[in-house]
Each structure stands twice: as C-alpha cells, then as structure tokens.
C-alpha cells in the first residue's frame, strides 16, 4: 500500500471556501444518540465527533429541519435554541482539534410515523404510502399514507431549510449539506413513483426538481454556495420505499448539470445500495457516469476502502471519499490509512442502540498497540 506521500486520499484540497487537510469525509451517520427530550447534541456526540476530527471533513448525522422532518427516534435536530447550543459544543470542539464539520439538514419526508406528530400523518408530495418502516420509540413501525403537501406547506419546508441553514451557522459549522437522497423529502419530489403532483412541483422532470432549487436559492442566502454541499442517490431502489423507472437517471442527470451554476463546496453522491446489475435504466458506477457532467467537486460514498477510496481519486473519477462504518469503528481512520495499519471491525447491534457503547469507545492505534 502507499506511504501518506503518495496515498490520493491523503492529499489537501480546497471545497469552495474551505479547506481541507485531507480527502477523507466522515460520511453522514444516524446514531440515534440524541436522546433528551430537545434532540439536543449532547456530550456524547461532542467526544465522538471529536474523536474523528481527522477527518478532512466531518458531515454531521441528518439533523431534521423542523419537529415535522423526523422520522426516526432520538435523532438530532437544528431547528431549537437547545439544539443550537448542543451542536455549538461539537463545532467547538472539533475546531480546536483542526476538524472541520458540516451540518446534514434532513427532512425524511413520508418515512415517519404519526407517532412523531401527535397522531397526524407525516407530510410528504403525495399521498403515496412507501410502504417502508419508521425507527419509532415503540421500534420500527409500518408507514402510512402521507399527507400531500399544499403549495402554503411547501413554502413553510423552504423556509425551514432556510431557517435551519441559519442556524448551523450560528452554531458554528463549516457549512451545510442538504440531504437530498435516500429516499427522504427531496428524494420523493425527484421520483415520480412518490410525486404524483400536477402544479409547479410535479409532472415534468424540471418541475420533480423545483422544490429543490427552491431551497438551494433560499439556503445561499444564510450560508455562502461554497460552504454548501448536496447529496444525491441516483440508483436507489428498492429501499427506502423508492421505485426507479426510465426517467430516474435522467432526472439526476438534469440535476447535476443545473448544480453546475452554482458554485457549492461539493456534490455528495453514492453508490447503488443494492444490486442493479438486471435493471437496464439504472447506472452501477455513479462516479464514473457522473463526473464528466459535473465541473465541481465529487464526493463518492458506499464500500469504499483504501485501496478503492485511493484509486478512484487517482483515476479523477472523484475528488473525496466519503466513509461511513470504517469511521464508526476506527476514529483514527486517516492515522490508520497514513500508517496502512490494521482497522478495527464495527458491531452493528450497536449502531443506532444508544449509549456510549459502540459510539465512543472504539479504541484508537495507539491503545490497541499496548
């Protein structure tokens, strides 16, 4: 393997106004950790995000926009002067460590429950149940048909962004990616097997991908284009309630080659999540089909490891890797990539079960060498 020298990841690079120490994001990751009654970030995620302040770039779990964006339980928000308070901890300290950090702004769109709502049904483009489940405090409970969204509703969402783009700034990140894929809000507004819509937010491929330039316009506002990064999933199907068709692709494609006018600090997108191999209208190499159409930065996530993070950065197919389990489990994983040093295996029973364990009690090299 390379020395840190010659290793692509290990490189600085500049993201719009922001520059980084290396090519190694910490992917954006539910925890469910925020578990008081504000979904405020607490100690526990400051000690955990600072722990992996090595990062190049920390984007933050999605943190909902609003008490009508969540959908999963003990998951942080960025909409209350509680957990504005809880996230300025965190920046503080990943600052003071030479981190930089992001806020994911999060909206899940229909996959939630009425149980987050006081009973009232989750607000989504259409009325279209997704058939998936919601992370509830009574465990993982079955969708429901969501409630279409009038054009007031609509606008209400783009000021929230707006409002909560606002507020990372005043607690102190970096920037803000908008999370626009997995299946969440943005998501059920690009497809047409969850948009039904016959207004200014339905029908055509431009009109699926209004509401999210509508936000991107609003969110400048509060923070500058190159401290914003966006994220999108092209081939997801089959989870998260989403059923790609023909149009998927050139919908993204519409998209990013929009994104090319304004000058964000990168476009986040992933791999397929599942195996397409046997579905024709569906790309199975995002970063290779889309980095020709995009002028900025590329950011690629999904089963990413060194050797495969390192070639794919060489091979200018992207610019920045995205690491999400290889970061749950080794803090130091830009130290363990520098040395090509062993890494430490993830436990997934702990990945959303709260508490310290699994969270940040992963040892670091030096501990494991004594």
């Given at each position: ?48 995000y600072t722990q992996r302040a090595g990062a190049g770039l920390i984007i933050s779990e999605g943190s909902q926009v609003s008490k009508q964006a969540v959908g999963y339980v003990n998951t942080a928000g960025i909409h209350s002067l509680a957990q504005i308070e809880g996230w300025k901890k965190v920046t503080d300290s990943v600052h003071k460590e030479g ?272």
């Amino acid at each position: 393997m390379d020395n840190t020298s010659n290793q692509a990841l290990l490189k600085p690079i500049k993201v719009g106004d922001v520059s980084l120490k290396n090519r190694m994001v910490m992917a954006p990751l539910t925890r469910s950790r925020a578990e008081d009654a504000e979904n405020a970030a607490s100690d526990l995620h400051v000690k955990y995000y600072t722990q992996r302040a090595g990062a190049g770039l920390i984007i933050s779990e999605g943190s909902q926009v609003s008490k009508q964006a969540v959908g999963y339980v003990n998951t942080a928000g960025i909409h209350s002067l509680a957990q504005i308070e809880g996230w300025k901890k965190v920046t503080d300290s990943v600052h003071k460590e030479g981190g930089k950090i992001f806020c994911q702004l999060w909206h899940v769109g229909r996959i939630s429950h009425p149980d987050f709502h006081n009973g009232e049904k989750p607000w989504a483009p259409s009325a279209v149940n997704p058939n998936s489940q919601s992370f509830t405090p009574d465990g993982f409970k079955d969708t429901v048909d969501p409630h279409a969204m009038s054009l007031g509703e609509i606008k209400q969402t783009i000021g929230e962004f707006k409002q909560a783009a606002k507020n990372a700034v005043e607690a102190g990140f970096d920037g803000v990616e908008i999370h626009s894929s997995n299946g969440y809000l943005f998501h059920q507004f690009f497809n047409r097997s969850s948009n039904k819509r016959d207004d200014d937010y339905g029908g055509t491929i431009e009109k699926r991908a209004k509401f999210l330039f509508d936000v991107l316009e609003e969110v400048k506002k509060e923070v500058p284009e190159g401290r914003i990064g966006l994220r999108l999933n092209p081939s997801l199907h089959g989870v998260f309630g989403m059923e790609a068709d023909e149009e998927t692709i050139p919908t993204f494609e519409y998209i990013v080659k929009k994104l090319n006018a304004y000058n964000l600090a990168y476009v986040h997108m992933s791999e397929p999540f599942t195996d397409i191999s046997d579905i024709d209208f569906l790309i199975g190499n995002i970063a290779e089909h889309f980095r020709p159409l995009y002028d900025g930065n590329l950011m690629i996530n999904n089963g990413f490891d060194q050797k495969t993070g390192n070639k794919v950065i060489s091979d200018k197919k992207a610019d920045m890797v995205a690491y999400g389990k290889l970061f749950i489990a080794n803090p130091d994983l830009p130290k363990r990539f520098a040395e090509n040093a062993p890494l430490n295996e993830g436990d997934p029973d702990t990945y959303y079960q709260g508490g310290e364990k699994g969270y940040i009690d992963y040892p670091f090299l030096e501990e494991k060498e004594v």
